[in-house]
């Protein structure tokens, strides 16, 4: 039998370490793989909504400034022909410096001016060109110009031999008809578009109606291929921006934007290979999967060494259990003594503040040529009043603190909740001025006394109010503070504007050591405090918040107290304490 147990000890630890291997691989892996696979194909059609989107941006920031460009020309003909007398603009000698105006005003976007009169005979012309006498009569852009009074040409070799398009304007000069054209560079032009570029594939061209480019391609583009045919299909012409997926002249798949430009008469086009424009994508596809193997590896790994360890302690572990949880039970006992311990200093902070400064008036009145003078000591008197009314209420916040972790009962008597609200507003005025908070009462003049602990009523409010005025930020707030009749019970309402707590906050708010505040802010005891003290008067509290609106803290306390809260506290064992 021994032999056998021992020979049955390593299968069994075996077993125990493929089983537990198994259970954490397929625990950690296979949510991992299935989560990395959902991440990864949601993170795919974003990154491709997004290309879509700032691609449809900007090609719609470039349309504006392509039709902003071609429609200031045309103005500037127009201001030309408006402004200037037409035998002005006949004379060589002027339409030239105009010209030499115009070149110099648009780094020379313009390259000629004519004018033209009814008969198609250029009468004018200022340029490099010799194209005086020229005849347009048969030129579709000056039949466009009689008819339609403005007109922007299609890109065109025409006389000169060379691409370029022309704005033209109609002028009436009694009864006669002269059309005044400017030619544009055509380089100019193309340059505005061919700066579309996004990576080493992305380019933009124009072309118009009929198909023909109205600037050069920076690669190879086939108009008879998918989208660009369905785009010269009049029946299916776009007619505002779109962005397709496609394939480009060598069958690679390829994303392509369109958007119409003049009215529709011309087509800013954009395509870029789609390897080109989702690279960053794959890039972050193969670092996932990279991170994903070696995450996954070294779960394995993990689930391993983490198995083998619980297969050799866990029979170590069922006999220490016990006295494991009575330890954890006895280090969370002295962590709250410890925490209580430092949320004394921070509870008495207020009347140590009052008494310092008391202190200091004390000092500044006895500095004075006549300090024994009859106001000078009444002041004093006051002050001195006002330093053991603080320290007695140092003594009481420490009891307090302490009695609430033994869970003792503090003394109870007759207390008027509305002198409590006047007198903890007072105490945090200094506050309140420093976070630029107002403090409104609504005191009910017919609220009736309550039997309660005044130091206790006093720490709640305290707490409340506090916590209210940390909960606005600047520039400023209103905290209001309001008591009123509510049955047989008496409510105390605190109701701030600050920013509000989360609703998943809300649940936690009175738990132990939980705060909102940064380190260093704040202990996690205001409210719990609060709620000991409401809970042990017979009473409870309640809160309501909105965030961006603010928060409620309401009171209920019970006109009389219970029977087990007004039993006497003993003096000589808070001393002890």
């Known amino acids: 039998m021994t032999s056998t147990n021992g020979a049955d000890r390593p299968t069994a630890r075996r077993l125990s370490v493929r089983t537990m291997t198994a259970m954490l691989a397929l625990a950690i892996i296979a949510p991992l793989v299935v989560t990395g696979a959902v991440n990864i194909l949601q993170f795919r059609q974003a990154y491709h909504a997004k290309v879509s989107n700032e691609l449809a941006v900007m090609i719609e920031r470039h349309t504006l400034t392509v039709d902003s460009f071609l429609n200031d020309r045309l103005s500037d003909v ?23 105006l115009m070149r110099e005003e648009y780094h020379g976007a313009f390259v000629d001016l004519g004018v033209v009169d009814g ?69 100019a032009f193309n340059a505005l578009v061919e700066n579309l570029r996004i990576g080493t594939t992305g380019f933009a061209f124009i072309i ?22 369905e785009l010269l299909d009049r029946s299916t012409r776009a007619d505002r921006i779109s962005v397709v997926d496609g394939e480009d002249v060598l069958g690679r798949k390829a994303i392509f934007a369109i958007a119409p430009l003049k009215h529709g008469e011309w087509f800013l086009c954009y395509q870029q290979e789609k390897a080109d ?29 983490i198995s083998r360890n619980i297969a050799q302690r866990l029979a170590q572990a069922h006999r220490e259990r ?45 500095g004075e040529g006549e300090p024994c003078s009859e106001e000078n000591l009444a002041e004093i008197t006051r002050a001195v009043g006002q330093i053991r009314t603080q320290g007695d209420r140092s003594k009481e916040i420490t009891y307090k603190l302490l009695s609430f972790a033994r869970k003792t009962d503090p003394t109870v008597r007759d207390v008027q909740l509305n002198e409590v609200v006047d007198e903890v507003i007072g105490l945090t005025g200094q506050k ?43 520039p400023g707030g209103t905290v209001t503070v309001s008591t009123k009749v509510s049955g047989d019970e008496v409510a105390l ?15 936690r708010i009175f738990d132990p050591f939980f705060t909102t505040k940064p380190v260093g802010q704040g202990t996690g005891l205001g409210l719990p405090i609060c709620y000991g003290i409401v809970e042990k008067m017979g009473g409870r509290i309640t809160v309501e918040s909105t965030v961006g609106t603010g928060t409620t ?25």
Not at 78 to 100: C, D, S
Request: charged share 20%.
């Open 553 to 577: 803290f309401t009171v209920f306390i019970p006109r009389e107290a219970p029977d087990d809260a007004k039993q006497p506290k003993k003096e000589t064992e808070g001393a002890e304490s």
């Open 78 to 100: 127009r201001v030309i022909a408006r402004e200037h007398p037409m035998n002005r603009l006949q004379e060589m000698e002027f339409l030239r410096r105009i010209l030499n």
């Open 493 to 507: 309402e605190v109701r701030d504007t600050g920013e509000g707590i989360p609703e998943a906050n809300l649940a």
């Open 277 to 305: 424009a989702f690279a960053e994508l794959r890039r972050v596809e193969g670092f996932a999967a990279i991170v994903t193997i070696i995450v996954s590896l070294a779960a394995i790994y993990a689930g391993y060494l």
């Open 322 to 366: 016990k006295a494991m949880a009575h330890q954890v039970i006895e280090t969370g006992r002295l962590a709250s003594i410890g925490e209580l311990a430092a949320g004394i200093a921070h509870e008495i902070n207020n009347p140590v503040a009052i008494m310092v400064q008391e202190a200091g008036w004390i000092d500044d009145l006895l």
């Open 208 to 229: 118009n109606r009929e198909g023909e480019f109205q600037t050069n391609p920076r690669f190879e583009v086939a108009l008879n291929h998918p989208p660009y045919v």
């Open 119 to 187: 008969n198609g005979i250029q009468v004018a012309y200022a340029g490099p060109f010799n194209l005086h006498m020229a005849d347009y009569s048969t030129a579709e852009w000056y039949r466009d110009a009689v008819v339609n009074e403005s007109v922007i040409s299609d890109v065109f070799a025409g006389l000169r031999g060379s691409p370029h398009f022309i704005v033209a304007t109609q002028k009436m000069v009694d009864g006669e008809i002269f059309v005044v054209k400017a030619t544009i560079d055509f380089e």
């Open 432 to 474: 309140t001025r420093y976070a630029n908070v107002r403090i409104e009462t609504e005191l009910s003049p017919e609220l009736p006394p309550i039997q309660a602990s005044p130091s206790e009523l006093q720490q709640v409010l305290l707490n409340l109010v506090n916590n209210a005025i940390d909960a606005i930020a600047q």
